[in-house]
């Protein structure tokens, strides 16, 4: 039997009027809406709505600087080469050499100076070397050179009061109280015109110092200037206090203002001994012969630093079998000072060359007819003999009267605490406050 399953037309037609109302009312719902959708939509990229649809887009971060510094001290054998040679070329280190030529050769670094290398991502960026005390060479970077530059170190200076009591030497009674070694050194040095600190040393001595002393980041970084300073010798109290005169160089005078600098000190060199003095009658211990013996021979380490005791000319040096390696200093038309059986020179000593008092001219050693590290140490007046220890030396020129309020004014509290002995022996006392300064230059 045959069956029509198609519906009516009249329901057919029901059906897709119904279809068509719905689409219609769809259509315009979405023509509504979309835009208010689109409005409030973040926008990101493909990639990013595939991996995290949740997360905003962010810009790339900047590359990282990688900045290291390296810190050391000054090796031997250490030169710009080595120390600069990884990270600059033969050409550039050439042309650094030329830069600082005339600011602070670097063929003049020295062993134990601190210096500071700085790289940028593994590059040059800064050399920093501390030429002394007072003074840093500062090399940077810039675009097809460098830029070079002394300038000086910035320190905290606190000022203090120091004082001790001799027991054995100057050296020791520093260390005792906690100071250093260098300190003893500036001491010895202000009172070498009065003292000979070899010869004339006693159990009981004692000395107050106003000094400076210096910090770098909260770190003691060693001494200033020694502002005013007594030494009791024997009973007998010499006093020193700095103050510049004018025009000229700062330097130390007593307390009637007459300079405490002589035109010779009274030894060529500090903390030593004295292993044979002045006779004109003496058994030589090598040739086993009496003969004079017109010097003091300071008996030292090898490569103790020798001075020359005043200012003048070298006109001699040389070696003898006797002698060793030897200098003869003419300091004026009547002086001349001999120094024998030196381990070696200071560099650039000549004949002709001037020379300055306490200027480092030679070593102690045992060259020459010695029985052991020695300075054989002579002095002439006109040509004969005479006694070192003896010399009455002349002052040089005294505080001018034009200036000599002003340097009492200075000296009266030092003088005032020297003379009431407000300071016990191995005591410290903060004399003022820190404040930070550039070094100052004496």
């Keep these: 039997m045959n069956r029509d399953f198609n519906p009516p037309k009249s329901y057919q037609r029901s059906r897709t009027n119904k279809r068509s109302r719905l689409f219609w009312a769809l259509l315009l719902v979405g023509l509504v809406l979309t835009p208010l959708l689109l409005v ?3 926008t990101v990229s493909p990639l990013e709505a595939r991996t995290n649809p949740d997360q905003e887009p962010s810009a790339p971060a900047p590359p990282e600087i990688s900045m290291e510094v390296i810190e050391g001290t000054v090796r031997p054998g250490d030169s710009a080469t080595t120390l600069l040679g990884e990270h600059l070329s033969p050409a550039e280190i050439l042309q650094l050499d030329s830069r600082c030529r005339d600011i602070f050769p670097l063929s003049k670094i020295c062993v134990e100076q601190p210096y500071k290398l700085t790289l940028r991502d ?5 050399f920093e070397y501390e030429i002394n005390a007072d003074d840093q060479l500062l090399v940077r970077r810039a675009e097809d050179n460098f830029d070079v530059a002394r300038i000086p170190i910035e320190y905290t200076v606190r000022t203090e009061r120091v004082s001790g009591t001799i027991t054995s030497s100057l050296f020791e009674a520093v260390t005792e109280i906690g100071e250093g ?6 001491l010895a040095d202000i009172f070498a015109w009065d003292i000979d600190f070899i010869l004339d040393i006693r159990e009981g001595d004692s000395f107050q110092a106003v000094l400076e002393k210096r910090f770098r980041e909260g770190s003691f970084a060693g001494y200033g200037r020694v502002l005013a300073a ?3 010798n024997q009973g007998n109290p010499f006093r020193a206090f700095l103050f510049q005169d004018g025009e000229q160089r700062p330097s130390y005078y007593d307390a009637e203002g007459k300079s405490v600098r002589k035109a010779f000190l009274k030894a060529p060199l500090a903390f030593s001994r004295i292993s044979s003095g002045f006779s004109m009658k003496r058994f030589h211990p090598i040739t086993k012969t009496w003969k004079s013996h017109p010097a003091i021979d300071y008996a030292a380490p090898v490569g103790t630093p020798i001075k020359s005791v005043g200012d003048g000319t070298i ?3 040389g070696y003898t079998r006797a002698n060793g390696n030897y200098l003869k200093i003419r300091h004026n038309g009547a002086y001349e000072s ?11 000593m000549r004949n002709g060359l001037r020379v300055s008092q306490g200027q480092v001219i030679g070593y102690v050693g045992s060259t020459g007819l010695a029985t052991g590290p020695h300075l054989c140490f002579r002095m002439r007046k006109n040509g004969a003999p005479i006694n070192p220890a003896r010399i009455k030396a002349p002052a040089s020129a ?9 340097f009492q004014a200075l000296i009266a509290p030092h003088l005032a605490s020297f003379q009431n002995g407000d300071i016990s022996s191995g005591t410290k006392m903060a004399a003022a406050p820190p404040e930070t300064a550039e070094s100052e230059r004496n």
């Design 40 to 42: 409030n939509r973040p």
């Design 122 to 126: 593994g590059a040059f960026e800064s």
């Design 181 to 186: 070694p260098e300190l003893a050194m500036t």
């Design 230 to 232: 007594q030494f009791t």
């Design 315 to 317: 006109i001699a040096k």
């Design 338 to 348: 001999i120094y024998l059986h030196m381990n070696g020179f200071a560099r650039g």
């Design 398 to 406: 005294p505080v001018s009267a034009q200036n000599m309020p002003q």
